[in-house]
């Protein structure tokens, strides 16, 4: 939404000036002269954060509709409950710790990444989840097609530690990779048709 404002003089402008009421740099006046314009600002302010958020964020702000400082409201609001110290925030944490999964064929890596991301920002929050547990959460999400790997981590759980299971789903990613690329390779002849397929 940012990238839309950056396009001309007055645009930026505007955006600044939002800026400046969520960041708390401009109070309400107390002139009664200045604080319609002030109270303009912040309506915008809210709109622009009601464009940004969308579904179910909405239900979290929609109340402050009407209030003369409904823009920074609306952005402390958002703030707070999406802190991992804040009780909302710690429930959406763990909503998207129950709902992330690997997907077969789909690169691994990014949802190891925040999966980390999501027990960091859960132990910030004062809700900690032992190193073993967090393979645990980890080993579990794989797809079915890597059971044969899920069993051998299981037989091998004396040597659990995060740092050794990233390492082995990663490198059995690299080789399943490895193998299609292969398999891609084979099944086609130089002259761009399968192998095995005479061109007419």
């Avoid at 000036?17 to 309400?28: A, D, F, I, P, T």
């Amino acid at each position: 939404l940012i990238h839309t404002y950056l396009c001309d003089d007055e645009s930026w402008s505007f955006l600044n000036q939002c800026l400046r009421l969520v960041e708390g740099r401009e109070k309400m006046p107390e002139n009664a002269d200045d604080r319609g314009s002030w109270i303009k600002r912040s309506f915008d302010t809210y709109m622009l954060l009601v464009q940004a958020v969308g579904g179910r964020q909405l239900d979290h702000i929609k109340e402050l509709l009407g209030d003369p400082e409904c823009g920074p409201k609306a952005w402390k609001k958002l703030q707070d409950i999406h802190s991992p110290t804040h009780a909302s925030g710690i429930v959406l944490l763990a909503r998207r710790l129950r709902d992330i999964k690997f997907v077969d064929g789909e690169p691994l890596q990014p949802v190891l990444d925040e999966l980390r991301d999501i027990f960091s920002k859960l132990q910030a929050g004062g809700l900690v989840y032992p190193e073993l547990v967090q393979c645990v959460e980890i080993v579990i999400r794989l797809p079915e097609s890597w059971s044969a790997l899920a069993i051998n981590l299981n037989s091998q759980q004396s040597q659990w530690s995060l740092e050794y299971i990233r390492a082995r789903i990663l490198e059995e990613d690299l080789r399943r990779q490895s193998v299609d690329r292969s398999g891609d390779a084979a099944g086609y002849g130089v002259g761009g048709g399968r192998s095995g397929f005479k061109k007419k």
